[in-house]
């Protein structure tokens, strides 16, 4: 049984950089399509980044393009998202899933940013 667990979140000033971590255990990350998604206090869950099985297509939300980048080592069965040039509005509750298929959440990592 696939297991995701995300990891790298903290606080940062704005302008800061994180890089957040998805590791797979039990099975390997065999989807078309794995992203990562943020929920917000009071807002609901969006879409952030998704990434291809290859690594060679990549998607961003509007709101983090140009600013974050998704990647991923299929050797470590680990999928990242760098974010930099961070803003108080990226706040959340960070999570990654395999997209477009049932999968439960993880329990995210929290990213707060804030001077």
């Known amino acids: 049984q696939l297991l995701l667990e995300e990891s790298g979140g903290g606080l940062v000033q704005p302008g800061g950089s994180l890089r957040l971590s998805c590791a797979a255990s039990g099975a390997g990350l065999d989807y078309d399509l794995i992203g990562w998604f943020r929920q917000a206090p009071g807002k609901e869950r969006e879409f952030v980044a998704g990434i291809s099985g290859s690594g060679a297509s990549t998607y961003y939300a509007d709101s983090v393009k140009g600013r974050f980048t998704i990647s991923r080592d299929n050797a470590k069965n680990t999928v990242y998202l760098q974010m930099s040039t961070l803003k108080p509005e990226d706040t959340a509750v960070y999570y990654c899933?395999?997209?477009?298929?049932?999968?439960?959440w993880g329990q995210g990592t929290q990213v707060t940013v804030s001077s």
């Open positions: 899933k395999p997209t477009g298929v049932p999968f439960p």
